[in-house]
């Protein structure tokens, strides 16, 4: 077993690496990808300076114990921007309670509104175009509305 770890050398570390990397992809977790930067890391290190294979496990073990708080600083800014914009990727959703004005009328229960660039469909009650009116629900890409 020494002499297989005393073989380690740069190009096993950075091979280790890339194939955790790539395992990431076959199973996401975020687990494996910090274990392949750890053994990146001790790759390049090895370019610089040509430690002993004990010195090379120690290394990986340090970087590999380090990324667990920086993949926990990283998740929790990342739940915080999500936090920070809660309609980021429910646009629809944060339309309701705004007053918009019909651009074509609700005939049979559905018309359509202009809001920004974009035309949304609606549905209400029948009014005729250029009403007032204001967002009570949102299903996918259509509005429910009502009287402003």
């Not at 977790?29 to 004990?54: E, I, K, R």
């Not at 998740?75 to 004005?101: D, H, Q, V, W, Y």
Request: aromatic share 12%; hydrophobic share 55%.
């Amino acid at each position: 077993m020494a002499e297989m770890f005393s073989t380690l050398g740069t190009w096993n570390w950075l091979i280790f690496g890339f194939i955790l990397m790539a395992l990431e992809l076959l199973a996401p977790g975020v687990f494996l990808f910090w274990l392949g930067l750890a053994a990146l890391l001790v790759g390049l290190l090895s370019f610089v300076f040509t430690p002993s294979w004990q010195t090379q496990l120690l290394m990986f073990a340090v970087f590999a114990v380090a990324a667990v708080p920086a993949w926990r600083h990283f998740a929790r800014s990342t739940r915080e921007a999500s936090k920070s914009n809660p309609f980021l990727n429910r646009r629809n959703e944060a339309l309701i309670g705004r007053e918009f004005t019909l651009e074509k009328p609700i005939i049979d229960g559905t018309g359509t509104v202009r809001i920004d660039d974009t035309i949304w469909r609606v549905a209400g009650p029948d009014m005729p175009a250029g009403s007032r009116v204001k967002v009570v629900g949102a299903d996918g890409a259509s509005l429910t509305v009502a009287m402003a």
